[in-house]
C-alpha cells in the first residue's frame, strides 16, 4: 500500500509535524513510515574525542530513539487507526532519507522546517533544504504547527506536468480545502513586446488575450483533475510570480502553497534562483512541491 515517509527529529515542533502527516495518511489511505536519522559524522567526531565513551552511548541514544518512536506511533494507530512503521538509522540524514523516498510505495515525503531551521533565514546547509535537494519526489515542507485541517490551498500553474502533479496531489492532500488555482503570467513580457515594436493598444490586446487564454487553460487542467475538489476557483494575475504567489497566499490566508519544480533543487539555484526554491524560503505556510525528475536546468 503507499506509504507517506516522516523524517523526524524527535523535537517538539516534529511532534507537530508527524501530525500533519498523519492527517494527510488518512485523507490518502496511507501508511505512515516514521524515520529518525542518527548523524553518523556527528557520532564519529564524538568517538575520535571521547573514543569508548561515545561508542557505548551510540546504543543507548538509538534504543531510547526507538522507543520514542515507538510511544509516538502507538498514540498515532489509537487516534487515526493508521498503519504506522517505525525505522531509526545512523548514517546522513538527507542521504538515508532521500534514498528512503525512493521507495516504489512512497508517495510523499513530509519534513519539518521550524524557527530555529528556517529554510527562509539560511542559506544551503541546513538539514531540511539539503533533504529538499536530494529528494526527487513530492516533498512536503511544514512550516506552521497548527493542528488545523488545511482549509486553504494556493496551487501556482505554469501548465507544466510538476504543477498539474502538485495540483492532483493538493486536491488529495486537501480534499475538503478551498482551492485557487494561479496563473502568474511575468510582467517582463512588457519588456519582450516593447523589442517588437509594439504600441499601448498592442501591449493591452496581449494582456486580455493571455488571461482568456489562461483562465481556458486552468479551467482545462480542473476539468480533467482525477478527483475534482468541491470548491475551486481559477485565478490569473500579472507580476513577478514569487512577489504575486507570496502575496496572494497572504492575502487569502492559505495554510499551504503547491507547485511543481522540473528535477531536484540543485545548489546552482542559489545563483540563478528557482521558484519552488524562493516560495519554500519565504513562505509563512507549508509548501508541497512535486517533482518531475531528468529535466536539466
Known amino acids: 500500500s503507499a506509504k507517506i515517509l ?9 511532534v507537530r ?11 490518502m489511505h496511507a501508511a505512515l513510515w516514521l524515520v529518525h536519522v542518527i548523524d553518523a559524522r556527528a557520532l564519529r567526531a564524538l568517538e575520535v574525542l571521547t573514543g569508548e565513551w561515545a ?8 534504543q531510547r530513539a526507538q522507543l520514542q518512536l515507538a510511544e509516538g506511533a502507538d498514540r498515532l494507530r489509537a487516534r487515526y487507526h493508521l498503519q504506522v512503521h517505525t525505522e531509526v538509522i545512523a548514517g546522513h540524514p538527507h542521504d538515508v532519507v532521500a534514498e528512503l523516498a ?5 508517495v510523499l515525503t513530509v519534513i519539518g522546517a521550524h524557527s530555529n531551521e528556517a529554510l527562509k533565514h539560511t542559506m544551503l546547509g541546513t538539514t531540511a533544504e539539503r533533504m529538499l535537494r536530494a529528494i526527487e519526489k513530492p516533498v512536503l515542507i511544514v512550516r506552521s ?12 500553474m505554469d501548465f507544466s506536468v510538476a504543477a498539474v502533479g502538485a495540483l492532483e496531489l493538493a486536491v488529495r492532500v486537501a480534499p475538503h480545502a478551498r482551492i485557487a488555482v494561479l496563473r502568474v503570467i511575468d510582467t517582463h513580457f512588457n519588456g519582450l513586446i516593447g523589442l517588437l515594436g509594439a504600441n499601448a493598444d498592442d501591449l493591452a490586446d496581449f494582456w486580455t488575450e493571455a488571461r482568456v487564454d489562461a483562465l481556458a487553460k ?4 480542473i476539468a480533467h483533475l482525477p478527483e475534482r475538489p468541491a470548491n475551486v476557483s481559477a485565478e490569473v ?11 496572494r497566499s ?28 524562493a516560495v519554500v524560503h519565504r513562505s509563512d505556510c507549508d509548501v508541497l512541491i512535486s517533482a518531475v525528475t531528468g529535466y536539466d536546468y
Open 237 to 247: 494575475d500579472s507580476g513577478k510570480p514569487i512577489d504575486v504567489i507570496l502575496h
Open 6 to 14: 516522516v523524517a523526524t527529529d524527535l523535537s517538539n515542533f516534529s
Open 250 to 277: 497572504r492575502q487569502a490566508g492559505v495554510e499551504l502553497i503547491a507547485l511543481g519544480r522540473h528535477g531536484p533543487i540543485k545548489p546552482i539555484d542559489v545563483l540563478i534562483g528557482s521558484l519552488a526554491r
Open 17 to 27: 509535524v508527524v501530525e500533519r502527516a498523519a492527517m494527510i495518511a488518512t485523507q
Open 145 to 156: 504547527s497548527s493542528p488545523k485541517q488545511y482549509e486553504g490551498v494556493l496551487a501556482a
Open 55 to 62: 561508542a557505548q552511548r551510540k546504543h543507548r541514544a538509538i
Open 102 to 106: 525512493k521507495a516504489p510505495d512512497v
Open 218 to 221: 486552468i479551467e482545462a487542467v
